[in-house]
């Protein structure tokens, strides 16, 4: 189960290098952005989860569903029936084995995790502190 859980989880957060989440605006001939911030500050919590989990090598489920239950509860519009994909595939995984290779589940975890790296700007935070 820790392998099927490991890999759903992996997948949010693959490619994410997170330090925190912030907002941009500015005046004039330049884009105003708004991150959503719980959102954000939710990935960023799991995104930490993730690390501390690997660096101990001991999964916790019950740490990353609240977690995910905050991702879910906080996501924009563009990915909310994504994160609740997520959400209820994690949750349902242990009893539904099938779900490990659901192409539905890692569509949705692909667009929550390319969201986040998008709109949280994970890719612009420091890098040198991840160790990358």
Do not use: W
């Not at 924009?76 to 994504?82: F, G, I, S, T």
Request: charged share 20%; glycine share 6%.
């Amino acid at each position: 189960m820790a392998t099927v859980v490991a890999r759903l989880l992996v997948l949010l957060v693959a490619s994410a290098c997170v330090a925190g989440c912030g907002g941009a605006a500015s005046t004039g001939s330049t884009t105003t952005t708004t991150f959503p911030k719980r959102f954000c500050a939710a990935a960023t919590s799991y995104e930490n989860e993730l690390n501390r989990e690997a660096s101990r090598d001991k999964r916790d489920l019950a740490k990353q569903l609240t977690i995910v239950t905050e991702i879910a509860s906080t996501a924009p519009p563009q990915v909310r029936a994504d994160a609740q994909t997520f959400l209820h595939a994690l949750r349902d995984v242990g009893h539904d084995p099938k779900l490990r290779n659901n192409p539905s589940v890692e569509t949705a975890v692909n667009n929550v995790n390319r969201y986040a790296s998008d709109k949280c700007g994970f890719f612009t935070q420091q890098g040198p502190s991840t160790g990358f």
